[in-house]
Protein backbone atom coordinates (compact mmCIF):
# COMPACT_ATOMS: atom_id res chain seq x y z
CA UNK A 1 0.00 0.00 0.00
CA UNK A 2 0.78 3.51 -0.68
CA UNK A 3 -1.29 6.27 1.52
CA UNK A 4 0.73 8.98 -0.11
CA UNK A 5 -2.11 10.20 -2.70
CA UNK A 6 -4.32 12.97 -1.70
CA UNK A 7 -7.59 12.09 -3.63
CA UNK A 8 -8.99 9.54 -5.86
CA UNK A 9 -7.85 11.36 -9.49
CA UNK A 10 -4.34 11.09 -7.45
CA UNK A 11 -4.48 7.90 -6.69
CA UNK A 12 -5.36 6.46 -10.14
CA UNK A 13 -2.43 8.79 -11.42
CA UNK A 14 -0.07 7.23 -8.93
CA UNK A 15 -0.82 3.57 -10.30
CA UNK A 16 -0.68 4.50 -13.82
CA UNK A 17 3.17 5.65 -12.52
CA UNK A 18 3.61 2.38 -10.88
CA UNK A 19 2.67 0.55 -13.47
CA UNK A 20 4.89 2.73 -15.92
CA UNK A 21 7.79 2.25 -14.09
CA UNK A 22 7.37 -1.50 -13.58
CA UNK A 23 7.77 -2.10 -17.77
CA UNK A 24 10.23 0.10 -17.67
CA UNK A 25 12.22 -1.67 -15.05
CA UNK A 26 11.37 -4.80 -17.58
CA UNK A 27 12.33 -2.99 -20.84
CA UNK A 28 9.55 -2.39 -22.11
CA UNK A 29 9.37 1.50 -21.87
CA UNK A 30 7.49 1.33 -25.19
CA UNK A 31 4.05 0.09 -23.56
CA UNK A 32 1.81 3.42 -23.81
CA UNK A 33 -1.51 2.47 -24.17
CA UNK A 34 -3.79 2.12 -22.10
CA UNK A 35 -7.56 0.73 -22.78
CA UNK A 36 -10.98 2.60 -21.12
CA UNK A 37 -14.17 1.41 -21.67
CA UNK A 38 -17.17 3.69 -22.39
CA UNK A 39 -18.22 2.87 -18.96
CA UNK A 40 -15.47 4.40 -16.61
CA UNK A 41 -15.13 7.51 -14.54
CA UNK A 42 -14.03 10.53 -16.49
CA UNK A 43 -10.94 11.00 -14.43
CA UNK A 44 -9.55 8.19 -15.89
CA UNK A 45 -8.38 9.21 -19.13
CA UNK A 46 -7.68 12.32 -17.85
CA UNK A 47 -5.47 10.77 -15.29
CA UNK A 48 -3.77 8.87 -17.84
CA UNK A 49 -3.01 11.42 -20.62
CA UNK A 50 -1.65 13.06 -17.78
CA UNK A 51 0.81 9.49 -16.84
CA UNK A 52 1.59 10.17 -20.64
CA UNK A 53 -0.50 7.54 -21.91
CA UNK A 54 -2.33 6.59 -25.29
CA UNK A 55 -5.91 6.08 -24.26
CA UNK A 56 -8.18 3.83 -26.39
CA UNK A 57 -11.88 3.46 -25.86
CA UNK A 58 -13.54 -0.28 -25.47
CA UNK A 59 -16.86 -0.29 -25.94
CA UNK A 60 -19.94 -1.56 -23.90
CA UNK A 61 -22.95 -3.38 -25.05
CA UNK A 62 -26.24 -2.20 -24.25
CA UNK A 63 -26.74 -3.61 -20.94
CA UNK A 64 -24.00 -1.56 -19.66
CA UNK A 65 -21.26 -4.29 -19.51
CA UNK A 66 -17.59 -4.35 -21.19
CA UNK A 67 -17.77 -5.37 -24.75
CA UNK A 68 -15.30 -8.46 -24.46
CA UNK A 69 -15.36 -9.12 -27.93
CA UNK A 70 -13.97 -5.54 -28.72
CA UNK A 71 -11.84 -5.84 -26.00
CA UNK A 72 -10.07 -8.82 -26.74
CA UNK A 73 -9.77 -7.08 -30.15
CA UNK A 74 -8.30 -4.15 -28.95
CA UNK A 75 -5.53 -5.76 -26.40
CA UNK A 76 -4.54 -7.77 -29.47
CA UNK A 77 -4.22 -4.72 -31.75
CA UNK A 78 -2.28 -3.18 -29.23
CA UNK A 79 -0.26 -6.33 -27.99
CA UNK A 80 3.23 -4.81 -28.88
CA UNK A 81 1.69 -1.73 -26.84
CA UNK A 82 -0.24 -2.63 -24.29
CA UNK A 83 0.22 -0.79 -20.87
CA UNK A 84 -2.84 -1.70 -18.48
CA UNK A 85 -6.44 -1.28 -18.52
CA UNK A 86 -8.31 1.02 -16.08
CA UNK A 87 -11.41 -0.55 -15.47
CA UNK A 88 -14.16 0.16 -12.70
CA UNK A 89 -15.81 -2.60 -10.59
CA UNK A 90 -18.64 -2.62 -10.24
CA UNK A 91 -19.05 -0.02 -13.08
CA UNK A 92 -19.96 3.38 -13.00
CA UNK A 93 -23.64 1.58 -14.82
CA UNK A 94 -24.30 0.20 -11.28
CA UNK A 95 -23.51 -3.29 -12.22
CA UNK A 96 -20.95 -6.10 -11.59
CA UNK A 97 -18.69 -6.85 -15.06
CA UNK A 98 -19.81 -10.49 -15.05
CA UNK A 99 -16.99 -11.38 -17.58
CA UNK A 100 -14.39 -9.58 -15.52
CA UNK A 101 -12.30 -12.48 -14.87
CA UNK A 102 -11.75 -13.29 -18.42
CA UNK A 103 -11.35 -9.41 -19.15
CA UNK A 104 -7.99 -9.02 -16.76
CA UNK A 105 -7.12 -12.59 -18.54
CA UNK A 106 -7.21 -10.57 -21.67
CA UNK A 107 -5.27 -7.99 -21.13
CA UNK A 108 -2.63 -10.01 -19.11
CA UNK A 109 -2.47 -12.65 -22.04
CA UNK A 110 -1.17 -9.71 -23.76
CA UNK A 111 1.24 -8.20 -21.70
CA UNK A 112 -1.04 -5.37 -19.84
CA UNK A 113 -1.94 -4.78 -16.29
CA UNK A 114 -4.94 -4.33 -14.82
CA UNK A 115 -5.65 -0.86 -12.87
CA UNK A 116 -9.07 -1.05 -10.75
CA UNK A 117 -10.66 2.19 -10.04
CA UNK A 118 -11.91 1.72 -6.76
CA UNK A 119 -14.22 4.52 -6.86
CA UNK A 120 -17.39 1.65 -6.05
CA UNK A 121 -14.97 -0.03 -3.58
CA UNK A 122 -18.33 0.14 -1.29
CA UNK A 123 -19.63 -2.56 -3.56
CA UNK A 124 -16.75 -5.18 -2.58
CA UNK A 125 -15.60 -4.74 1.13
CA UNK A 126 -16.58 -8.39 2.66
CA UNK A 127 -17.66 -10.00 -0.37
CA UNK A 128 -15.02 -9.99 -2.86
CA UNK A 129 -11.86 -7.59 -3.95
CA UNK A 130 -9.31 -6.79 -6.22
CA UNK A 131 -7.10 -9.75 -6.21
CA UNK A 132 -9.90 -12.16 -7.14
CA UNK A 133 -10.60 -10.52 -10.00
CA UNK A 134 -7.42 -10.22 -11.12
CA UNK A 135 -6.16 -6.46 -10.69
CA UNK A 136 -2.81 -5.71 -9.98
CA UNK A 137 -3.24 -1.87 -8.62
CA UNK A 138 -6.25 -0.13 -7.43
CA UNK A 139 -6.86 3.05 -5.53
CA UNK A 140 -9.76 3.75 -2.73
CA UNK A 141 -11.62 6.65 -2.57
CA UNK A 142 -11.55 7.30 1.26
CA UNK A 143 -14.52 9.02 1.38
CA UNK A 144 -16.66 6.89 -0.64
CA UNK A 145 -15.44 3.22 1.38
CA UNK A 146 -14.21 4.53 5.17
CA UNK A 147 -16.17 7.26 6.29
CA UNK A 148 -13.68 10.18 5.61
CA UNK A 149 -15.20 14.13 4.41
CA UNK A 150 -15.85 14.64 1.21
CA UNK A 151 -15.37 17.75 -0.75
CA UNK A 152 -16.13 21.37 0.28
CA UNK A 153 -12.22 21.89 0.07
CA UNK A 154 -12.01 19.30 2.80
CA UNK A 155 -8.89 16.62 2.71
CA UNK A 156 -9.36 13.60 0.42
CA UNK A 157 -7.16 10.44 0.73
CA UNK A 158 -6.88 8.09 -2.28
CA UNK A 159 -4.60 5.52 -1.21
CA UNK A 160 -3.42 2.50 -3.57
CA UNK A 161 -2.99 -1.21 -2.73
CA UNK A 162 -0.67 -2.92 -5.69
CA UNK A 163 -0.08 -6.53 -6.44
CA UNK A 164 3.36 -7.46 -5.11
CA UNK A 165 5.32 -7.50 -8.13
CA UNK A 166 4.57 -3.86 -8.19
CA UNK A 167 5.35 -3.15 -4.54
CA UNK A 168 9.09 -1.89 -5.39
CA UNK A 169 7.60 0.86 -7.38
CA UNK A 170 5.41 2.43 -5.13
CA UNK A 171 6.03 6.16 -4.39
CA UNK A 172 8.92 7.39 -2.49
CA UNK A 173 9.89 10.58 -1.25
CA UNK A 174 12.89 12.59 -0.49
CA UNK A 175 12.35 13.70 3.19
CA UNK A 176 10.96 10.77 4.41
CA UNK A 177 11.69 7.14 3.72
CA UNK A 178 8.63 5.46 2.08
CA UNK A 179 7.36 3.65 -0.80
CA UNK A 180 9.58 0.62 -2.40
CA UNK A 181 13.09 0.31 -3.09
CA UNK A 182 12.55 1.32 -7.15
CA UNK A 183 9.84 3.28 -5.77
CA UNK A 184 8.53 6.43 -8.60
CA UNK A 185 8.83 10.02 -7.28
CA UNK A 186 6.36 11.34 -4.46
CA UNK A 187 3.33 12.33 -6.11
CA UNK A 188 2.18 14.38 -3.28
CA UNK A 189 4.20 16.46 -0.74
CA UNK A 190 3.74 14.84 2.29
CA UNK A 191 4.95 11.26 2.53
CA UNK A 192 1.77 9.43 4.06
CA UNK A 193 -0.33 11.90 2.54
CA UNK A 194 -3.67 13.70 5.03
CA UNK A 195 -2.63 11.35 7.27
CA UNK A 196 -4.34 12.58 9.87
CA UNK A 197 -7.56 11.12 8.06
CA UNK A 198 -6.49 8.14 7.77
CA UNK A 199 -7.37 7.87 11.72
CA UNK A 200 -10.87 8.22 10.58
CA UNK A 201 -11.16 5.35 8.30
CA UNK A 202 -8.76 3.30 10.51
CA UNK A 203 -11.35 3.71 13.45
CA UNK A 204 -13.96 2.46 11.41
CA UNK A 205 -12.71 -0.30 10.17
CA UNK A 206 -11.47 -1.30 13.75
CA UNK A 207 -15.13 -0.18 15.44
CA UNK A 208 -17.11 -2.29 12.51
CA UNK A 209 -14.70 -5.33 12.18
CA UNK A 210 -14.59 -7.82 8.99
CA UNK A 211 -18.52 -8.69 9.78
CA UNK A 212 -19.25 -4.76 9.87
CA UNK A 213 -17.74 -3.34 6.87
CA UNK A 214 -19.15 -6.40 4.86
CA UNK A 215 -22.53 -5.78 6.41
CA UNK A 216 -22.11 -1.80 5.22
CA UNK A 217 -21.72 -3.51 1.80
CA UNK A 218 -24.76 -5.59 2.19
CA UNK A 219 -26.47 -2.21 3.36
CA UNK A 220 -25.10 0.15 0.28
CA UNK A 221 -26.49 -3.07 -2.18
CA UNK A 222 -29.96 -2.98 -0.24
CA UNK A 223 -30.60 1.03 -0.49
CA UNK A 224 -30.10 1.07 -4.01
CA UNK A 225 -31.70 -1.81 -4.69
CA UNK A 226 -34.60 -0.21 -2.39
CA UNK A 227 -34.63 2.86 -4.20
CA UNK A 228 -34.79 0.99 -7.42
CA UNK A 229 -38.22 -0.93 -6.69
CA UNK A 230 -39.67 2.17 -5.61
CA UNK A 231 -38.94 4.35 -8.46
CA UNK A 232 -38.29 1.79 -11.92
CA UNK A 233 -42.42 2.60 -12.21
CA UNK A 234 -41.80 5.84 -12.58
CA UNK A 235 -38.50 6.36 -14.19
CA UNK A 236 -36.25 3.90 -16.83
CA UNK A 237 -33.71 2.39 -14.92
CA UNK A 238 -30.96 1.84 -17.92
CA UNK A 239 -28.62 -0.83 -16.88
CA UNK A 240 -29.67 -4.15 -14.71
CA UNK A 241 -27.80 -7.43 -13.97
CA UNK A 242 -28.64 -10.52 -15.41
CA UNK A 243 -31.36 -10.99 -12.27
CA UNK A 244 -32.35 -7.28 -12.75
CA UNK A 245 -30.73 -6.23 -9.21
CA UNK A 246 -28.18 -3.10 -9.72
CA UNK A 247 -25.50 -3.01 -7.61
CA UNK A 248 -24.98 -0.04 -5.50
CA UNK A 249 -25.74 2.67 -7.65
CA UNK A 250 -28.19 3.02 -9.98
CA UNK A 251 -28.80 5.24 -13.52
CA UNK A 252 -32.34 7.02 -13.76
CA UNK A 253 -33.04 7.76 -17.92
CA UNK A 254 -34.84 11.19 -17.63
CA UNK A 255 -34.30 11.67 -21.22
CA UNK A 256 -37.54 11.18 -22.69
CA UNK A 257 -39.26 14.20 -20.37
CA UNK A 258 -37.78 16.82 -22.81
CA UNK A 259 -39.77 15.94 -25.70
CA UNK A 260 -43.07 15.39 -24.00
CA UNK A 261 -43.04 18.26 -21.17
CA UNK A 262 -39.90 20.32 -22.02
CA UNK A 263 -38.64 19.44 -18.61
CA UNK A 264 -34.73 17.89 -18.58
CA UNK A 265 -32.55 16.35 -16.13
CA UNK A 266 -31.29 19.61 -14.51
CA UNK A 267 -35.18 20.78 -14.03
CA UNK A 268 -35.38 18.29 -12.51
CA UNK A 269 -32.40 18.37 -9.93
CA UNK A 270 -33.11 21.86 -9.35
CA UNK A 271 -36.82 20.83 -8.25
CA UNK A 272 -35.60 18.75 -5.52
CA UNK A 273 -34.12 21.40 -3.83
CA UNK A 274 -37.75 22.33 -3.30
CA UNK A 275 -38.13 19.05 -1.20
CA UNK A 276 -34.80 19.96 0.34
CA UNK A 277 -32.85 17.41 -1.38
CA UNK A 278 -29.26 17.90 -3.39
CA UNK A 279 -29.40 16.24 -6.45
CA UNK A 280 -27.99 12.62 -6.92
CA UNK A 281 -25.35 13.05 -9.95
CA UNK A 282 -26.47 14.77 -13.18
CA UNK A 283 -25.83 13.90 -16.41
CA UNK A 284 -23.32 11.08 -15.69
CA UNK A 285 -22.14 8.79 -17.06
CA UNK A 286 -24.94 9.42 -19.15
CA UNK A 287 -26.34 12.75 -20.68
CA UNK A 288 -29.71 13.30 -19.28
CA UNK A 289 -29.62 10.97 -16.02
CA UNK A 290 -29.48 11.51 -12.53
CA UNK A 291 -27.24 8.40 -10.93
CA UNK A 292 -28.55 7.17 -7.85
CA UNK A 293 -26.11 5.85 -5.04
CA UNK A 294 -27.46 6.19 -1.29
CA UNK A 295 -24.74 4.48 -0.01
CA UNK A 296 -24.76 2.38 3.31
CA UNK A 297 -25.42 5.75 5.61
CA UNK A 298 -28.70 6.93 4.95
CA UNK A 299 -31.86 5.51 7.31
CA UNK A 300 -34.81 3.94 5.44
CA UNK A 301 -37.25 7.07 6.69
CA UNK A 302 -34.90 9.44 4.45
CA UNK A 303 -34.54 7.21 1.40
CA UNK A 304 -38.39 6.90 1.45
CA UNK A 305 -38.52 10.90 1.60
CA UNK A 306 -36.25 10.90 -1.46
CA UNK A 307 -38.44 8.06 -3.44
CA UNK A 308 -41.59 10.30 -2.18
CA UNK A 309 -39.87 13.10 -3.39
CA UNK A 310 -38.77 11.56 -6.95
CA UNK A 311 -42.26 10.49 -7.08
CA UNK A 312 -43.81 13.49 -7.04
CA UNK A 313 -42.00 15.13 -9.56
CA UNK A 314 -42.60 12.62 -11.89
CA UNK A 315 -46.24 12.88 -11.01
CA UNK A 316 -45.79 17.10 -11.60
CA UNK A 317 -44.27 16.37 -15.21
CA UNK A 318 -47.42 14.24 -15.62
CA UNK A 319 -49.28 17.39 -14.79
CA UNK A 320 -47.67 19.01 -17.21
CA UNK A 321 -47.59 16.32 -20.17
CA UNK A 322 -51.50 16.41 -19.43
CA UNK A 323 -51.45 20.06 -20.04
CA UNK A 324 -52.46 21.49 -16.06
CA UNK A 325 -49.60 23.35 -16.35
CA UNK A 326 -47.63 24.84 -19.18
CA UNK A 327 -44.21 23.39 -20.74
CA UNK A 328 -43.26 27.59 -20.12
CA UNK A 329 -44.78 27.97 -16.96
CA UNK A 330 -44.61 24.84 -13.63
CA UNK A 331 -42.84 23.93 -11.07
CA UNK A 332 -40.08 22.16 -12.76
CA UNK A 333 -38.67 24.74 -15.30
CA UNK A 334 -38.92 27.39 -12.30
CA UNK A 335 -37.34 25.46 -9.65
CA UNK A 336 -36.02 26.24 -7.21
CA UNK A 337 -38.02 28.67 -5.43
CA UNK A 338 -36.63 31.00 -3.30
CA UNK A 339 -38.22 32.46 0.30
CA UNK A 340 -37.77 35.85 -1.63
CA UNK A 341 -39.81 34.64 -4.44
CA UNK A 342 -42.50 32.99 -2.39
CA UNK A 343 -43.31 36.08 -0.21
CA UNK A 344 -43.08 38.67 -2.75
CA UNK A 345 -46.40 40.73 -2.95
CA UNK A 346 -46.59 39.55 -6.70
CA UNK A 347 -46.93 35.82 -8.16
CA UNK A 348 -47.08 35.33 -11.63
CA UNK A 349 -47.61 31.83 -11.58
CA UNK A 350 -50.00 29.60 -12.84
CA UNK A 351 -49.22 27.22 -9.77
CA UNK A 352 -49.78 28.05 -6.10
CA UNK A 353 -47.11 29.14 -3.57
CA UNK A 354 -47.21 26.27 -1.40
CA UNK A 355 -46.99 24.24 -4.14
CA UNK A 356 -44.24 25.66 -5.25
CA UNK A 357 -42.34 25.84 -1.90
CA UNK A 358 -44.33 23.12 0.46
CA UNK A 359 -45.13 20.67 -2.25
CA UNK A 360 -44.91 17.64 0.26
CA UNK A 361 -46.86 17.74 3.61
CA UNK A 362 -42.87 16.39 5.30
CA UNK A 363 -40.75 19.64 3.56
CA UNK A 364 -43.26 22.43 5.95
CA UNK A 365 -41.72 20.72 9.33
CA UNK A 366 -37.58 21.17 8.57
CA UNK A 367 -37.59 23.51 5.50
CA UNK A 368 -34.69 24.22 2.94
CA UNK A 369 -34.72 27.53 1.26
CA UNK A 370 -32.58 27.63 -1.63
CA UNK A 371 -31.00 31.31 -1.76
CA UNK A 372 -30.53 31.17 -5.29
CA UNK A 373 -32.84 30.94 -8.13
CA UNK A 374 -31.89 29.69 -11.34
CA UNK A 375 -28.17 29.73 -12.54
CA UNK A 376 -26.68 29.82 -16.24
CA UNK A 377 -24.71 26.45 -15.71
CA UNK A 378 -23.00 26.08 -19.51
CA UNK A 379 -22.01 30.40 -18.62
CA UNK A 380 -20.55 29.51 -15.83
CA UNK A 381 -18.64 26.62 -16.99
CA UNK A 382 -17.28 28.05 -19.47
CA UNK A 383 -16.72 31.67 -18.34
CA UNK A 384 -14.45 32.03 -15.41
CA UNK A 385 -15.04 35.16 -13.26
CA UNK A 386 -11.77 35.86 -10.83
CA UNK A 387 -13.38 37.72 -7.58
CA UNK A 388 -9.89 38.39 -6.62
CA UNK A 389 -9.35 41.70 -5.17
CA UNK A 390 -6.74 44.35 -6.84
CA UNK A 391 -3.32 43.55 -6.41
CA UNK A 392 -3.32 47.14 -4.92
CA UNK A 393 -5.73 46.32 -2.00
CA UNK A 394 -3.22 43.87 -0.34
CA UNK A 395 -0.43 46.37 -0.68
CA UNK A 396 -2.74 48.80 1.02
CA UNK A 397 -3.71 46.08 3.97
CA UNK A 398 -0.03 45.53 4.82
CA UNK A 399 0.31 49.34 5.16
CA UNK A 400 -2.59 49.37 7.40
Keep these: ?7 GAQGEYAGLVVIQKYHNDRGQSHRNVVLIPQSAHGTNPASAVLAGLKVV ?9 IDLSDLRLKAEQHQENLSCLMVTYPSTHGVYEENIKQITAAIHANGGQVYMDGANMNAQVGLTCPALIGADV ?14 GGGPGMGPIGVAEHLAPFLPSHTVVPTGGRKGV ?33 EIAMLNANYIKARLEKHYPVLYKGKNGFCAHE ?21 RLMDYGFHAPTVAFPVAGTLMVEPTESEPLEEIDRFCDAMIAIRHEIMEVINGEYSKEDNMLV ?3 HTALEATADEWKHSYSRQ ?3 FPAPWVAGNKFWPSVK ?8 RNLVCTCPDVLSYENAEAI
Design 250 to 270: MILDCRAFKAVANVDVTDIAK
Design 374 to 381: RVDNAYGD
Design 138 to 151: CHLNLHKTFAIPHG
Design 334 to 336: NAP
Design 1 to 7: MSLQPNS
Design 185 to 217: NAVAAAPWGSALILLISYGYIKMLGKTGVQRAT
Design 355 to 357: KAV
Design 57 to 65: VVKCDDDGN
